[in-house]
T-cell receptor
């Protein structure tokens, strides 16, 4: 099992450019999440999904869009990148309905917006 | 909304000694879940230990244990016999149970950087 994978691992964008981050999990998990981590901060939730075809906003959703067309994939899009979106992005997934269940994290994507 | 506070930006401990990392949280909920995650320099987030609020007994995983004080809203992590491989950022996290099975994710503290002195 690969667990949770993220593509790409690093990316540099210019202000105004767009890009999509791909998250894939092979654990048949229903719930998937996107977080961002900034220096001196913990992770903050951007968007999440409770199943194929469903998405919802988290704590910091502005400037991002997401899609969950397949159960195993969760895409995070930046339509017009801004320097404030320079961050490390983590995808996570969890199975079952209990809040006690572990969230499994991907290795992260470091994004720099110039 | 819930908040999680880690008041120690950095801690240092001698190898083989014991260290305690602090975490407090603010919530109006009576039932919830608490987690400690480790983030080594590789950036990978690794679950260390977790606790269900309705369970009085403190969770233990090998050298890692928690001191859960529900009334004080405190959830500290104790690492015994510290090893060089324990050096990392440690994040305390909260999850509410009242959101479709924890679907709205974790609320994290800002983290504590743990240094292990050889």
């Amino acid at each position: 099992n690969a667990g949770v994978t993220q593509t790409p691992k690093f990316r540099v964008l210019k202000t105004g450019q767009s890009m999509t981050l791909l998250c894939a999990q092979d654990m048949n998990h229903e719930y998937m999440y996107w977080y961002r981590q900034d220096p001196g901060m913990g992770l903050r939730l951007i968007h999440y999904s409770v199943g194929e075809g469903t998405t919802a906003k988290g704590e910091v959703p502005d400037g991002y869009n997401v899609s969950r067309l397949k159960k195993q994939n969760f895409l995070l899009g930046l339509e017009s990148a801004a320097p404030s979106q320079t961050s490390v992005y983590f995808c996570a997934s969890t199975g079952g309905t209990s809040g006690y269940n572990e969230q499994f994290f991907g290795p992260g994507t470091r994004l720099t917006v110039l | 909304a819930q908040t999680v506070t880690q008041s120690q930006p950095e801690m240092s401990v001698q190898e083989a000694e014991t260290v305690t990392l602090s975490c407090t949280y603010d919530t109006s909920e009576s039932d919830y879940y608490l987690f400690w995650y480790k983030q080594p320099p590789s950036r990978q987030m690794i679950l260390v230990i977790r606790q269900e609020a309705y369970k009085q007994q403190n969770a233990t995983e090998n050298r890692f244990s928690v001191n859960f004080q529900k009334a004080a809203k405190s959830f500290s992590l104790k690492i015994s016999d510290s090893q060089l491989g324990d050096a990392a950022m440690y994040f305390c996290a909260y999850r509410s149970p009242y959101s479709g099975g924890g679907a709205d994710g974790l609320t994290f503290g800002k983290g504590t950087h743990l240094i292990i002195q050889p």
